[in-house]
């Protein structure tokens, strides 16, 4: 079994930044893909950012150019930086990863609220 334990969310005004990591532990033999979702009240969730093994990445529009996802293999975990935070990134953000092996997890969430 794999947890994910995610770490960073908070309340920051506009423009203000967060760094959001998620932590992978448990019988992880392979993993493939990390990725970060969000889901904001009444909206489906969405991707926001992933990557792969040779960290390639891919991030939603509506975030590039604010957001950076990175991983640190050795140690399972992946990161969101957020930069330039708007109120409409407010939501729930989950960590997701799949192993080689195909079986995805999904973390808990973590609360990110952009207000002033």
């Known amino acids: 079994q794999v947890q994910l334990v995610e770490s960073g969310g908070g309340l920051v005004q506009p423009g203000g930044s967060l760094r959001l990591s998620c932590a992978a532990s448990g019988s992880i033999f392979s993993i493939d893909n990390m990725a970060w979702y969000r889901q904001a009240p009444g909206k489906q969730r969405e991707l926001v950012a992933s990557t792969g093994t040779t960290s390639d990445t891919h991030y939603a529009d509506s975030v590039k150019g604010r957001f950076t996802i990175s991983r640190d293999n050795a140690k399972n975990t992946v990161y969101l930086q957020m930069n330039s935070l708007k109120p409409e990134d407010t939501a729930v953000y989950y960590c997701?990863?799949?192993?080689?092996?195909?079986?995805?997890?999904w973390g808990r969430g973590t609360q990110v609220t952009v207000s002033s």
């Open positions: 997701n990863l799949w192993t080689n092996g195909g079986a995805a997890y």
